[in-house]
């Protein structure tokens, strides 16, 4: 175990996770059922480990998730599954605090090539840069689609992540999903700003609104999406009501 965790830092720091072949079992007698449970029914809950499982639920900023940015953390994510790399199974550095959907939606995938690799909160930054971008569709009600697009200087494989990192968690459906709700949160006090002032007037505001939400956080689905109202004639000059 303390050789495994030993290559997995090695291979965190370069980002090659994914070349950690999976094994059946550690060497010995000890199964990968049986890590599991030691995982399960005394790493969680016993009080001489519960300490550390909360300390690592913890350690987000605001007990948010640091994969979708968004819903509370609820529990611990083996980054390698368990079930391909039990010597890892209690491993500090292979537990990320997840909320329970994108632990959910992950489950025991494993990549297989360097580009289908997500981010990992310990080792690497996805905010270094923008790279979350969104653009309004004139429905009715008006809603927002989201996209990845990371900046050109990024490295080939690093855009391709991001792209992966979006796919594998549902980040595109999660963040319109609050976008909806906060168009209608707003559309009242766009209705009365209207009545007052001009479309261009109101992009000028929901553009600093933008700006505020980029100050907290580069890749917020709020800074996206106040940009993308912004930048829409249709929102502005009525798509909202």
Sequence with gaps: MIAAEAVYAQHGENSTLYLIP??????????????????????????????????????????????????????????????????????PINLVPACSECNKTKLAQQAVRAGEQTFHPYFEDADDDRWLFAVVKETTPASVYFFPQPPAHWEAIKAERIGWHFATYKLAELYASHAAVELNDIKFGLQEMAERNSPEEISIHLRRVAASRAAAHVNSWRRATYEALADSAWFCGGGFG
């Design 22 to 91: 999976g094994t059946d079992g550690l060497s010995g007698p000890v199964s990968t059922a049986e890590m599991e449970r030691v995982y399960k029914g005394t790493f969680v809950k016993s009080k001489g480990t519960r300490e550390l499982y909360g300390a690592l639920k913890s350690a987000p900023e605001n007990d948010i998730c640091p994969l979708c940015s968004q819903r509370t953390v609820s529990q611990l994510d083996h980054h390698l599954p368990q079930s391909a790399h039990p010597a890892l199974t209690v491993t």
